[in-house]
């Protein structure tokens, strides 16, 4: 959960960000807001592919430790 | 070092970070918020001003609605991804985890590719039926965005609660007769309690203070954060938006903590309850049965009156007080035979000794 969360944080970053210390949630905001949808739906995939395989493995992980 | 001292030295970080960032923000909010033309008094207008009140109450409402269908609907999911096992549960799971890291101004988003004037349902729903179904920015739409956001705060909880559940409790209940649903509703409901009441408390504050999705998806529709953005950046009214939030903050603890102390209130009257029940029946052999307003009823549920192998079964007796006694002897029995095996229940003419042993009517 802290994981996810931290990648996800958006408000406290929206209000101290610049535009050299930009966070993947604010890109991703930003191209939805301006609707270029093709950059957000980049960055979306982004967000999958950098989260479902740790989420899988942290499945994986606490199912080993119940099997033990 | 002594122990004591290294264990306040362990602390000192989290209490530097703690009181930089949250102890000494709130006492300034809590400072500003009294600084307005009204003073102290400025506090009182989220209450008395009818659209701060009326935006208080949306914003309650929209919370304890998401709470609840958040509730059930994770209950259902996550009993089923607990206690099944099949190819691709992993990958599930980490779905339904995943919304945990979009922030809420992309759910906002979602919501409204899905269902805004341009979006998937209006364009599935003009074909089918020549009409445009628009709701991303109703209260429905927002609803649906909390919802969304939600579900992965509680599952997680309701899956751990669900792995802890004693299976043993719902063989005795439906070897005693009670149907399926009898058993979901006075078995295992009732220990899911205070995940529900954890979990359910996480995601009624969420959603009380979530802002990227109202932010997004609000345009008709007022809750309690988004009247609070506009009051400070729009309206400049630095002590009106200090106090909405100190109220925002006071009033979800409030919620929470009712939530919390009905919870447990209701818990110790049902085990009151079980005593009174034990005393009218003339064949009880326990030696102390107080009365149901008794302060001690509380304290003789689980010790005096049960045998201390039946402790583990202390919650079926409590929401069956009129069979308790029939309870009792049918566990007492089993107990006595040896404890619970399930090769037990395989036959059922011993099934069916056991019932008759105690005199049990099947529960329905």
Known sequence: MVVTLSLGEFNLTWMLHTPLTKTLPIGLADSYASMRLEVASAYTLIFFVMIIPLLVAMQMFADQEQKR | ?364
């Open chain 2, 1 to 364: 070092m002594p122990h004591k001292s290294f264990v306040w030295l362990c602390l000192l970080p989290l209490a530097m970070l703690t009181a930089a960032f949250f102890l000494l923000p709130m006492a300034r909010l809590v400072v500003t918020g009294a600084e307005g033309p009204q003073g102290l008094a400025g506090y009182l207008a989220i209450l008395v001003e009818p659209r701060y009140r009326a935006t208080l109450i949306n914003t309650v409402l929209l919370a304890a609605a998401t709470t609840i269908v958040t509730l059930v609907v994770a209950t259902v999911a996550g009993m089923f991804l607990q206690r099944h096992r099949f190819p691709g549960r992993a990958v599930l799971i980490a779905m339904l985890t995943f919304p945990l890291a979009f922030p809420g101004v992309v759910v906002g988003f979602l919501i409204i590719l899905l269902a805004g004037r341009q979006g998937l349902i209006g364009d599935l729903s003009n074909r089918m039926f020549g009409e445009k179904l628009v709701f991303a920015y109703s209260i429905f739409g927002l609803f649906l965005g909390y919802l969304y956001f939600s579900i992965p705060r509680v599952i997680l909880t309701i899956m751990a609660a669900v792995q802890k559940l004693d299976t043993g409790l719902e063989e005795a209940a439906r070897s005693l007769g009670a149907s399926p649903w009898a058993v979901q509703r006075d078995v295992v409901l009732p220990a899911l309690g205070p995940a529900f009441v954890a979990s359910g408390a996480i995601a009624f504050a969420t959603a009380m203070g979530a802002f990227g999705t109202a932010f997004t998806l609000a345009t008709n529709i007022d809750v309690l954060p988004m009247l609070i953005y506009t009051e400070f950046t729009l309206a400049a009214n630095f002590a009106t938006s200090a106090a909405l939030s100190v109220g925002l903050g006071i009033i979800a603890r409030d919620c929470i903590r009712n939530a919390r102390s009905d919870a447990g209130r209701r818990r110790s009257r049902s085990l009151c309850v079980a005593c009174a029940g034990r005393a009218a029946l003339p064949y009880c052999r326990g030696n102390h049965h107080p009365a149901a307003g008794d302060s001690r009823a509380r304290d003789c549920a689980g010790a005096a009156v049960h045998p201390p192998g039946l402790q583990r079964f202390s919650p079926l007796v409590a929401v069956y007080p009129h069979r308790s006694c029939h309870l009792h002897d049918a566990v007492h029995g089993v107990i006595r035979d040896g404890g619970f095996r399930d090769d037990r229940y395989q036959d059922p003419g011993r099934r069916r000794s056991i019932a008759r042993r105690s005199a049990v009517a099947p529960l329905s």
